[in-house]
């Protein structure tokens, strides 16, 4: 049975910093591109940032480019998302996924498994 735990969620103000941790079990974690995904009241699910199996290829949304650091421990069966200089605009439910394989990592829809989200909200 596989299971994504989020943690690290929270208020924060903004311009603060939060780190998000994805704990997976029942996978053969190597074997799966990581995903992070958010969504906002109202809106659809959106694509945050995604890093494949060695760690060697992230992508990220434009929104989240130079702020968001994505990266993953292999050994630990865990991915992470440093969040800094945090907006009110990043308030949303975040998500971590697993998709078997490389590619299409900002795509919805090629996620395999899925989080129960954590709550990230950023104060003006």
């Known amino acids: 049975q596989v299971q994504l735990a989020e943690s690290g969620g929270g208020l924060v103000q903004a311009g603060g910093s939060l780190r998000l941790s994805c704990a997976a079990s029942g996978l053969t974690f190597s074997s799966y591109s990581m995903g992070w995904f958010r969504q906002a009241p109202g809106k659809e699910r959106e694509f945050v940032s995604g890093?494949?199996?060695?760690?060697?290829?992230?992508n990220y949304a434009d929104s989240v480019k130079g702020r968001f650091t994505i990266s993953r421990d292999n050994a630990k069966n865990t991915v992470y998302l440093q969040m800094n200089s945090l907006k009110p605009e990043d308030t949303a439910v975040y998500f971590c996924?697993?998709?078997?394989?490389?590619?299409?990592?900002?795509?919805?829809?090629?996620?395999?498994?899925w989080g129960q989200g954590t709550q990230v909200t950023v104060s003006s």
């Open positions: 890093i494949n199996w060695s760690g060697g290829i992230t």
């Open positions: 996924a697993a998709k078997y394989g490389s590619g299409w990592m900002d795509v919805v829809t090629r996620y395999n498994y």
